[in-house]
């Protein structure tokens, strides 16, 4: 193995410090500080990218991501995976190299993930869109509509609530996003701001010309059905924030815990007793309300293509919760009670 | 580009397993493929295709023959034209239920679009029945579904005799190009009759509202080729060095 007869290790140790010369080999050893070495090589060619010795046996999978930054600066930590089989999982970033099946050399195989972009920040601009591009379509901007109703308004109650809901709807999502939601993940592949902008944008607009248009129809049962939708609209929009707000509770501050989440004093979070993801349900419902409330089939498109997506999702974190934890309860569905 | 798709997207309809996504000659891959009662009625659905299109090619050259000439063929493949390639649709399901390795989505996919020109273009659109378009993409399926269940059927039975892979992999140089082009001049053909009679369209006001415009949805659908067609075409090409300088390498070594 290295030498260890330097007076100094060449890689200071993890508090910056140099490390002190370790004891000179006797006939009994008292406590060998047995340094790993650890080769990472291209998941895919076998490439040899890095070697890097003298790694210490607590280090963390996320410090020799930093490492082997250094040698490869274009491969920031956020795009890195690291996997002790080229076709296995990725290793997480907490996992300490010596608690992981290798031997003191360790191969570590590395795949890119692609530019990354980070959680908020698409999250916010998926957001932002559609309360800018609603409003264009309410005020009735120039190029939209004939040009006889350039900057009219709407003669319909319901257009003006449907703007507000909507509006509202999409700043309460960006105030989540930025002090409510933690996030596992820091980062997501940067293909994803495109693929997500234009499925929000381009709904947003799609829907935003038809409730806004000089020839909308309102509904057919009039304001017994708007008050309805609203009420459904709105119920539905405080068990969302409820949910977040139970969620965010659940795990502190920068930390990565996963718990079982369970009804609080809230009400509406006692949707957790049948539902995995009431957040989801919750959402859903308010996409129903607002398609009842504006009688606009392109809403009601967008409430089932969500609901599609949500459903995925919430069958994913309930199989994820019930391999996780044993005592998981079993009366709940992941996003429809008894259904689904 | 539904000619395109269909050689390109379908990994093979049970062609004994394995990825064609890395070529069905990767011959060291280890092959689940279907139970044998999934490879009966896998084998027993591809050879009925095979005679299917070959009934379509049949009927075109006893058509032009009795006629004298080659326009307005259509009329006398139409029933099994609407039959065979309809029944296609099975295919989706096939990947779905997962005895045939391919993804449903690309499926899926390339048999909506066949079945699109054929029923919601073709049918519909009456007067483009008889224009010669019509002819072009119907040769080219021909051709092309006649070669690709004929693949998948030796596939299944482990004994792909070499010309057909050969064919498969080199015929659709020149037959996406000619399926693509008398799709998109059909299409372009019915676009005047489809604004005419406001085919499948409604306009606001209406309860529901909504609007939906097929002349404009055609014009999109068109434009879509562009992006898609020549990403399936070298994508096909790319495969044809793939699987046929891979068995070239095979014969040398036996």
Redesign the interface.
């Known amino acids: 193995m290295d030498d260890l007869s330097h007076g100094f290790s060449k890689y200071p140790g993890l508090n910056g410090f140099p490390r002190p010369a370790p004891p000179k080999t006797t006939k009994k050893p008292k406590k060998a500080v047995l340094f790993f070495e650890v080769e990472i090589l291209d998941a895919k060619t076998r490439e040899k990218l890095c070697f890097l010795d003298k790694v210490e046996p607590q280090a963390t999978i996320a410090e020799i991501k930093n490492l082997f930054t250094k040698t490869h600066p274009q491969w920031y930590p956020a795009r890195q995976s690291l996997r002790l089989d080229p076709k296995g999982k990725s290793l997480k970033d907490e996992d300490v190299l010596q608690k992981l099946p290798v031997g003191t050399t360790a191969t570590l195989y590395f795949r890119d993930l692609g530019a990354q972009i980070s959680w908020v920040t698409v999250f916010l601009t998926e957001y932002a869109g559609p309360l800018f591009i609603y409003l264009l379509f309410y005020f009735r901007v120039p190029f939209i509509y004939g040009h006889k109703y350039d900057f009219t308004s709407s003669r319909h109650t319901v257009v003006h609530l449907a703007c507000t809901c909507h509006s509202l709807h999409y700043v309460k999502r960006l105030l989540e996003t930025l002090f409510v939601h933690r996030f596992s993940h820091g980062t997501m592949p940067l293909r994803n701001i495109f693929k997500n902008c234009t499925y929000y944008w381009g709904f947003a607009a799609w829907m935003a010309y038809y409730i806004n248009h000089p020839l909308y129809t309102p509904p057919t049962y009039g304001a017994q059905q708007v008050k309805l939708a609203l009420a459904i609209f709105v119920i539905c929009q405080l068990g969302n924030f409820s949910i977040h707000m139970a969620l965010r509770d659940l795990r502190p501050a920068g930390s990565k815990t996963r718990k079982i989440p369970y009804p609080t004093k809230n009400p509406f979070t006692w949707l957790f007793l049948l539902v995995s993801c009431p957040n989801y349900t919750y959402e859903v419902g308010s996409w129903i309300g607002f398609a009842i409330m504006t009688q606009c089939l392109p809403v009601a498109l967008f409430s089932l293509v969500g609901f599609t997506q949500m459903t995925i999702w919430a069958k994913g974190k309930h199989r994820s919760y019930l391999k996780e934890f044993r005592d998981y309860p079993p009366l709940r569905m992941p996003i429809i009670p008894f259904l689904l | 580009m539904a000619a395109a798709a269909a050689t390109a997207a379908t990994k093979g309809n049970g062609a004994g397993g394995g990825r064609v996504g890395a070529g069905e000659a990767a011959g060291t891959r280890k092959k689940k493929g279907p139970g044998p009662l999934a490879t009966a009625y896998l084998v027993i659905y591809n050879v009925v295709m095979t005679a299917g299109w070959l009934v379509i090619a049949v009927g075109l050259v006893r058509a032009y023959l009795a006629k004298g000439s080659y326009h307005s063929l259509y009329y006398s493949i139409e029933k099994p034209l609407k039959f065979f390639q309809t029944g296609a649709l099975l295919e989706i399901l096939h990947c779905a239920i997962g005895i045939v390795p391919s993804s449903v989505v690309l499926t899926s996919f390339q048999v909506m679009s066949r079945v699109f020109l054929i029923w919601a273009v073709t049918h519909s659109v009456k007067e483009v029945q008889s224009e010669d378009s019509v002819l072009l993409f119907v040769i080219a399926w021909t051709i092309t579904e006649i070669i690709r269940y004929s693949f998948y059927t030796f596939s299944l039975l482990n004994h792909l005799p070499y010309l057909i892979k050969w064919a498969r992999y080199t015929l659709f140089i020149v037959l996406y190009p000619m399926g693509v082009s008398g799709e998109l001049l059909t299409i372009y053909a019915a676009l005047p009759f489809v604004r005419q009679a406001g085919l499948y369209s409604i306009s606001?006001?209406?309860?529901?509202?909504?609007?939906f415009d097929y002349h404009a949805f055609l014009i999109l659908v068109m434009i879509s080729y562009i992006p898609i067609f020549p990403q399936l075409y070298f994508h096909m090409i790319h495969q044809r060095r793939k699987i046929l300088s891979h068995t070239e390498e095979h014969k040398k070594f036996e």
């Open positions: 606001l006001p209406n309860k529901y509202n909504f609007s």
